[in-house]
């Protein structure tokens, strides 16, 4: 399929020595939401930081893994692991009033963020959240009368929300973890629409299976970490810049972006190896900033 790219707005540089800025911000951000066209078969895609992704396509909105708190920087901030922030937040959640689900890959707080879910829910009546079936009673738990629709899904399986097919795909942090019953309790999403097809992987590493799997889809856009894998941060690893890449390549991606950088000081990597990777191995790919935009679609 042929693909439109447009990356707004060009030419941003970070100021040095303090936290990222977003290039798109609170009400700048909203501005560039409710103007992003309705019209055709696109789907605008804003980085919203670590793995949380706005999609828009048509009027309907659905977020992935959204993180727009500063809950792990306050529960870490006495600890020997403190969650140091490198980039600004990017807008307050409950300003996001216009989407009708959200997704959850896990249940670790950056990808289940209940700072981030309640005034979610506040602010959009009757939210659906997406999430692995076998994690359904502790994020219930966690976000208990919070008057969200809980859409459970397992591997393989496939669900409608919101106008987009929803497909669960078995995600490796650091294992393919699964309950009693087999569920898997750590999932990426296909997400598709208007002949449109994204992956987001949630958090991973590379493990059987995955690319035969993905290579059904034909994914246009892959949406991966970059952190990488290291035992003495004290947290479940991720893909490194090369993986995502040779991932994407295998997977025959028509467009990789990375993700999982750039928020904790202590779990990040430069995406430098992921752009040498990519440049290597001829995998067209696009570095975006929090809080930019990028937009695909048929020409």
Sequence with gaps: MALLLTFQPPGFQ?????????????????????????????????WLGQSGFLLKCGDACIL???????????????TDKPHVRMTERVIAPEKLDMVSVVTSSHMHTDHFDEATLRPLAVSNAGLKIVLPEANLALARSRLPDAGVEWVPINHNAVLTGGGWKITGIAAAHNEV????????????????RNGITIYHSGDTLWHPGLVPELLEHKCDLMLLPINGHKPHRGVAGNLNGTEAAALAKACGAGLVVPCHYEMFKFNTEPPDEFVMACERLGQPHH????????????K
């Design 177 to 192: 973890e699964r309950d009693d019953a087999g569920r898997c309790r750590f999932l990426g999403y296909i997400l598709a």
């Design 14 to 46: 970070f100021p040095p020595l303090m936290l990222l800025k977003p290039v798109l911000q609170n009400g700048a951000l909203l501005a560039d939401l409710k103007t992003a066209s309705t019209v055709g078969d696109r789907v605008h895609v804003w």
């Design 64 to 78: 992935l893994d959204p993180y727009l708190s500063d809950s792990l920087t306050q529960k870490y901030a006495k």
């Design 287 to 298: 570095l975006m900033r929090c809080g930019q935009r990028l937009t695909i679609g048929k």
